[in-house]
């Protein structure tokens, strides 16, 4: 991952110069730091200090010329003199005036960012940062906030958590300072002396770290090609035909570290099992030291081949590698294209219309109910059930009454929303119902969670009839992380309840138990069997919770507040920069950016990816695969109708 690469000797010291491939910032580094990766200065790509053997010429082999006339001699001598000079002023100037850090956190040259005083002060920080911030921003894939990369000191840069040379406008640096993070419920916190050391670092550019468990060797298609054989072939025959793969080995080439792919890969074990109606929890495995590459066995989530084919009538990226092993994996698929990528896949399957089809879930409420074996209507009359209503829901913009029910699998809430808070609407003026005539509340939609097998959640939007809906109506409900608002059925669902079921307080039953004159004796009665007290309700709720956290925690990931698979969604819909997208394709940047030149309709539509800094809409990508695959003869993109 660079350009122009010239190794010089100083002496004894030998430094490279070399251009970031993306923007041709340029850098100058000593040979110590050869394959150390960085954010560029100029336009945040990751780039690669090139070794000191790639361009060497040695000094016995150069070809040396001499005039046959003394005055060119004196001439040469005197030049080479003044040379010698001057970079002994350079020296001293380097020495006596360092230059200042770069302002984004780059290289610097041979400043004190590089020296041996810096590397320590960041092994410093890093030890602090791990001992205070590791356990929930990216530990075993624990990304709360969506922040998964705090022991990359790099990216902490790249993606301005730290702002090098200016501690104050370095929003980690802030939050530490001001208390805020770690959370107040943490016991371990940093003292005075910490927050001085990360504020020093900052103060002197934010000196990089050689990180031990430095990002995967680019990762070739044809090598992920030969590691999928190799897998399937390793299985029993007649297993075989049911052997799938999800890759993440384009975010790696990309430059992800593990921390952030180990986020990916627990979002893919919990959607995969979310998606299932197996009474086991089953995690996909991986197959390369990377880990970069997971199969699974279709059958472990009853998933069968007319549903695998589904979800590839809307894959975009279904390209039939030009390999002679990538052939025989479809073939032994039973004509099935058998990897997808990862983060395209929990995107995707996170939401309707793929979310539904995999779930096989119903059309209706009513159909569900029999699914599960579960009679709403009979177990309200038989005061079955346990009841919440409340104001202040943080999805709902009115009132809200919440409901359980018991299942075969556990649980089954259901929520029934309001488009207005007057009139039969007003829950806290008609407790009772749904419907009753005009005695009872009218509710405009709901929200279902249900326990699957496994214990992970389901979930289910629906309207005033009790019909399937893909997104909830934005003037019941609003979910402020979608870029629309609009409560999408899954990923919204999913990322609200992470943690589970949210415990709410009922008000009703205080409302009634406050006035009971204005409620009849029999409603009175009714209202106490239906709406439960506090105590009763937080017993549920813990027993639920508890179940559908050993779940999520035998999926591999941590019980958090921040979804893993709202942080892969979220990344997948970014835009992309040319290193995305070179990987993406399986090429480096500075390969792919060579391939678009050489075609004028490409670059076209994705030339902004060659510009410093510049980036494309995913869209946008998406729709070019086809013209990718055949200009770059990637191989044959296969048809998908969604």
Not at 149 to 167: C, E, S, T, W
Not at 329 to 351: T, Y
Not at 435 to 450: A, R, T
Not at 598 to 610: E, K, M, T
């Amino acid at each position: 991952m660079f350009e122009s690469s010239d190794i010089r000797s100083r002496g004894t010291h030998t430094v490279i110069a070399f251009r970031c491939p993306c923007c041709q910032h340029r850098y100058t580094l000593a040979d110590h730091q050869a394959g150390e990766k960085f954010a560029c200065s100029g336009c945040g790509q990751r780039v690669q200090v090139p070794s000191p053997q790639q361009g060497v010429v040695p000094a016995e082999g150069r070809k040396t010329e001499s005039g046959p006339h003394r005055r060119k001699f004196f001439i040469t001598a005197a030049i080479a003199g003044a040379g010698f000079v001057l970079f002994l002023m350079v020296l001293a100037i380097r020495v006596y005036f360092p230059r200042a850090p770069a302002e984004n956190g780059g290289p610097v040259g041979a400043t004190n960012a590089d020296s041996l005083a810096g590397k320590q002060l960041a092994e410093k920080v890093h030890q602090l940062l791990k001992a205070h911030c590791y356990r929930c921003h990216g530990e075993n894939g624990a990304a709360e906030g969506g922040f998964n990369y705090i022991l990359d000191l790099d990216k902490l840069k790249a993606r301005k958590k730290i702002i090098a040379g200016n501690p104050e406008k370095s929003r980690l640096f802030r939050r530490v300072k001001q208390g805020e993070m770690p959370p107040e419920e943490e016991k371990s916190r940093p003292e005075a002396k910490d927050i001085a050391l990360l504020k020093q670092w900052i103060e002197e550019g934010a000196p990089s770290l050689p990180v031990s468990s430095s990002p995967l060797g680019f990762v070739s298609t044809a090598d992920m090609v030969e590691r999928m054989h190799a897998s399937i072939m390793a299985l029993p025959e007649r297993d075989r035909p049911f052997a799938r793969f999800f890759t993440f080995t384009h975010l790696a080439n990309a430059g992800l570290r593990n921390d952030e792919l180990q986020t990916y890969r627990v979002a893919l074990g919990k959607l995969v099992n979310g998606l299932s109606w197996n009474k086991e929890i089953v995690n996909p495995k991986p197959i390369d030291p990377g880990q970069t590459i997971l199969r699974i066995d279709i059958r472990d989530y009853q998933w069968s081949d007319r549903l695998w084919k589904r979800i590839l009538e809307g894959y975009p990226y279904g390209i039939l590698w030009d390999h002679p092993k990538a052939k025989e994996c479809v073939e032994l698929a039973g004509g099935q294209l058998p990897f997808l990528r990862g983060d395209w896949f929990v995107a995707e399957a996170s939401r309707p219309p793929l979310y539904h089809e995999m779930l096989q879930m119903p059309a209706t409420e009513r159909e569900l109910e029999k699914q599960l074996h579960i009679e709403l209507e009979v177990n309200i009359r038989q005061e079955r059930v346990v009841r919440a209503g409340f104001n202040g829901s943080g999805v709902s913009r009115n009132n809200r009454l919440i409901e359980r029910h018991a299942s075969p699998y556990g649980s089954y809430w259901r929520s029934y929303d309001f488009a207005d808070n007057v009139g039969q609407r007003n829950l806290f003026a008609f407790p009772l119902g749904p419907g009753l005539n005009d005695k009872g509340f009218l509710p405009d939609g709901g929200e279902i969670i249900f326990s699957l097998p496994n214990g992970l959640h389901a979930f289910m939007l629906i309207n005033e009839n009790g019909n399937r809906l893909d997104k909830g109506p934005l003037n019941v409900v609003s979910d402020s992380r979608r870029p629309d608002r609009a409560v999408e059925n899954g990923i919204s669902c999913m990322t609200c309840h992470t943690r589970g079921l949210i415990p709410k307080t009922d008000q009703v039953r205080l409302h009634v138990e406050k006035n009971p004159s204005s409620f009849s004796p029999q409603e009175l009665e009714t209202i106490k069997a239906l709406y439960a007290d506090g105590d009763k309700l937080n017993a549920l709720f813990a027993k639920d919770n508890g179940r559908f956290r050993a779940a999520v925690e035998q999926t591999g990931g941590k019980f958090t507040s921040t979804d893993s698979l709202a942080t892969l969604v979220s990344y997948f819909e970014q835009e992309l920069d040319l290193a995305s997208a070179a990987a993406e394709l399986g090429f480096r940047p500075v390969e792919f950016s060579d391939m678009l030149v050489q075609s004028p309709s490409l670059l076209r539509i994705l030339g902004p990816l060659r510009v410093s800094g510049g980036t494309v809409q995913r869209r946008v990508f998406t729709q070019s695969i086809g013209p990718l695959a055949e200009e770059l003869k990637l191989g044959v993109l296969l048809p998908h109708t969604r």
